[in-house]
């Protein structure tokens, strides 16, 4: 298996680290956004709209989406369930990725896209769109901080995909000055242990 991804961005550390989790052995192919290495006519043959990660089969075949990746990887490698055992705990994981995902990944995405020099002439800018998307995160920790005072994990009291997704999305807010405080979300830093001393976080 051949994963184009890029070492800094989020939804492709998503797919290292469930791979790293799975102990799935695959080889990688650094595709730079800093370069637009993603939006040559090379690397839309494998996604023709530009994003990362993808997955490449060794019989050629392309998967694009850090969930669907995930997902077919959960399938062929089935241990560690990273997914849910039964219906209840599968849907509990869904929806607590889900929430990760949009409450979390994609509104710390924005900050970033829309407020940082990185993304200063790449893309149309909306400033006042990325301040408004980090009071959304801000309000979001507050209540993901009263979450995390009843259970160790994301979804439950053990670690699954949705601890993942939440763990790339706080990391990704370091360049947008989103951190965790030890004093208003003691639960969330203590999560934050948990889930950043596993070998995995380093992938
Ligand atoms: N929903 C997609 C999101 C993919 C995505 O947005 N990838 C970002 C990197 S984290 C990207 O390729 N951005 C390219 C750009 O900003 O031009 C997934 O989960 O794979």
Not at 28 to 52: G, S, W
Not at 158 to 184: H, M, N, W
Request: with cysteine; aromatic share 10%.
């Amino acid at each position: 298996m051949l994963l184009y991804h890029d070492p800094r961005a989020p939804n492709p550390r998503r797919v290292r680290v469930f791979l790293a989790e799975k102990g799935v052995a695959y080889d990688t192919i650094e595709v730079l956004i800093a370069d637009k290495a993603h939006q040559t006519p090379e690397f839309r043959k494998k996604n023709p709209i530009a994003l990362l990660p993808v997955l490449e089969l060794a019989d050629g075949r392309v998967l694009r989406e850090s969930m669907a990746i995930c997902r077919y990887i959960e399938e062929t490698q089935p241990g560690p369930n990273l997914f849910g055992e039964d219906p209840w705990e599968r849907a509990q994981i869904e929806m607590w990725n889900r929430h990760a995902e949009l409450e979390l990944l994609w509104p710390i995405s924005q900050v970033f896209r829309n407020t940082s020099k990185f993304y200063e002439g790449r893309i149309k800018q909306c400033p006042d769109f990325g301040q408004q998307m980090r009071e959304h995160v801000t309000e979001r920790l507050a209540w993901l901080e009263g979450e995390l005072g009843k259970r160790s994990f994301m979804a439950g009291d053990r670690y699954t995909v949705a601890d993942i997704t939440a763990l790339c999305a706080i990391d990704f807010g370091k360049p947008s000055q989103i951190r965790l405080s030890a004093e208003l979300h003691p639960n969330l830093t203590a999560w934050y242990s948990r889930v950043a001393e596993r070998p995995s976080a380093k992938a």
